[in-house]
């Protein structure tokens, strides 16, 4: 059989599974958008005896986001990384820090779909979980109303980080880097830009933990450090702010305008639809 081999951002927690998995989605929940800080979560669910790990699992701690979930994510980088499921017979992987692996079978919730993003792949849809799969359903709580000169406000998903976002973007890509695919473990991210003082934090900006590649010029990812949602990074010294759209409560009212460094896209994602795409940053 087949292995395939995923790893967090800092490359300390790495596994494999082998073989084709149970089921494998994505998943278009607030949850999961928020947890990933992307427009939607992708996961293999493996058989525990087909999935191994590879490293260290010191770093691991976790947030039980829902009765009978939690989302465990690598404290160092805030990637997510596999938690076993709540049969304790499966171990939930996700597939965003795999470069290569299964393809996907479906999407899952897309009656909860974030508003800015665009489904444009032929894969059978469900509005929440397929016929037969059981489940609990969080439905989403009503916002109050807007305030003024707020172009949207945002969270994590244990809701100790708030923020608004008083700009609008400058611009908005679907970045597929593998730097950026391991940070939020999802198939890719999309982030909007704005001035450094077009993001104001609400609360718990003490919360806020950053992880910089040793390599990297400028790339830093920014998550909470209870429940590891991807969130704002302020770049103050190029004046700029970085947000992962899947942490807005909002509709920015704005969408991807294309797709970057989409020479290193997962082989498992397929880009459909009309929007640009560039092999790496665009010109």
């Not at 996700?94 to 479906?106: E, N, T």
């Not at 597929?176 to 450094?196: E, I």
């Not at 460094?261 to 082989?267: I, N, P």
């Amino acid at each position: 059989m087949p292995e395939h081999h995923g790893t967090c951002l800092c490359g300390t927690v790495t596994w494999t599974f082998s073989g084709e998995p149970d089921f494998a989605s994505h998943c278009h929940c607030r949850m999961c958008r928020k947890a990933h800080g992307a427009a939607f979560g992708t996961y293999y669910f493996v058989p525990a005896d087909r999935f191994l790990w590879t490293g260290s699992q010191s770093s691991i701690t976790g947030y039980r986001s829902s009765p009978g979930v939690t989302r465990a994510f690598c404290r160092t980088c805030g990637s997510l990384v596999p938690e076993l499921g709540p049969d304790g017979k499966s171990v939930d992987v996700p597939a965003g820090s795999h470069d290569r692996g299964p393809a996907v079978s479906c999407h899952i919730f897309v009656d909860h779909k974030a508003p800015w993003h665009e489904i444009t792949d032929d894969l059978p849809r469900h509005g929440e979980y397929p016929s037969g799969v059981p489940g609990p359903v969080i439905q989403d709580k009503p916002l109050p109303p807007k305030p003024d000169g707020v172009v949207a406000r945002g969270s994590c998903l244990c809701g100790i980080v708030e923020f608004e976002i008083t700009e609008p973007f400058r611009v908005v890509h679907n970045c597929h880097c593998s730097r950026c695919r391991r940070a939020r473990s999802a198939a890719f991210t999309t982030n909007g830009f704005t001035s450094s003082k077009g993001v104001r934090f609400l609360q718990g900006e003490g919360h806020v933990k950053h992880y910089r590649l040793p390599d990297a010029r400028f790339f830093t990812h920014a998550f909470c450090d209870t429940c590891g949602s991807g969130l704002p990074r302020i770049d103050t010294g190029r004046k700029l702010a970085s947000i992962p759209l899947g942490a807005l409560d909002d509709d920015p009212g704005q969408v991807p305008g294309d797709h970057i460094f989409v020479d290193d896209r997962a082989d498992w994602y397929e880009i459909g639809g009309e929007l640009p795409r560039f092999p790496q940053a665009p010109g």
